[in-house]
């Protein structure tokens, strides 16, 4: 399996701030890598796939980078909507993801 | 806009089987792919096993001996199996759309997930 590790666990960042978050794969996935973010109770939704390309409605604060093993998930200017559960997700032959990052109010 | 939502019993007892559908509105079943993906209480996400719309299956090698997924095309749903659950099985089920395009595979969107416990 792919073992793709997100750092750090815990981001506490204040509103208006930047958020810059990782996702490592323990062997290269190319550029198949999707982020996810999720609010408690809630379903996982999409925001960037192919590691750069903005999912439909996301808004253009939150972008997306990397290739091969390392990713980084960039929310520019941090609203209070963005406070929640990011994930990375690989899909080299069947996905595996990673731990998960919070974003928290600092 | 294609919307999913699960339905099933929200407690199942050990060694019994754990199923799971998940209807789907706003397109056909026949023209997407589908998937299903589980979260334990306070943990991260284990993709379970997908189905093409081709009826081709694939699932997580470390559940494969136990898990069945199907296409209900008369319902337009799909459904998950899974049988001898333990305790372990405890999470939110997760079904969800299988995009795949330009080499690469994500799930979008997803529906609103339902917790089964595993408990007698």
């Known amino acids: 399996d792919i073992v793709m590790t997100q750092s750090p666990d815990t981001l506490s960042v204040s509103p208006g701030e930047r958020a810059t978050l990782s996702c490592t794969a323990s062997?290269?996935?190319?550029?198949?890598l999707a982020w996810y973010q999720q609010k408690p109770g809630q379903a996982p939704r999409l925001l960037m796939f192919?590691?750069?390309t903005r999912a439909t409605g996301v808004p253009a604060r939150f972008s997306g980078s990397g290739s091969g093993t390392q990713f980084t998930l960039t929310i520019s200017s941090l609203q209070s909507e963005d406070f929640a559960l990011y994930f990375c997700q690989q899909y080299n032959n069947w996905p595996t993801f990673g731990q998960g990052t919070k974003v928290e109010i600092k | 806009q294609v919307q999913l939502q699960e339905t099933g019993p929200g407690l199942v007892k050990p060694s019994e089987t754990l199923s799971l559908t998940c209807a789907v509105s706003g397109g056909s079943i026949a023209s997407y792919s589908w998937s299903w993906i589980r979260q334990p209480p306070g943990k991260g996400l284990e993709w379970i096993g997908n189905i093409y719309h081709s009826g081709t299956r694939y699932y997580n090698a470390s559940l494969e001996s136990r898990v069945t997924i199907s296409l209900d095309t008369s319902k337009n749903q799909f459904t998950l199996n899974l049988t001898s659950v333990t305790a372990a099985d405890t999470a939110k089920y997760y079904c969800?759309?299988?995009?795949?395009?330009?080499?690469?595979?994500?799930?979008?969107?997803w529906g609103q997930g339902t917790l089964v416990t595993v408990s007698s």
């Open positions: 969800a759309t299988l995009t795949y395009e330009y080499g690469s595979k994500w799930f979008d969107p």
């Open positions: 062997q290269s996935v190319r550029s198949n």
């Open positions: 192919g590691a750069s």
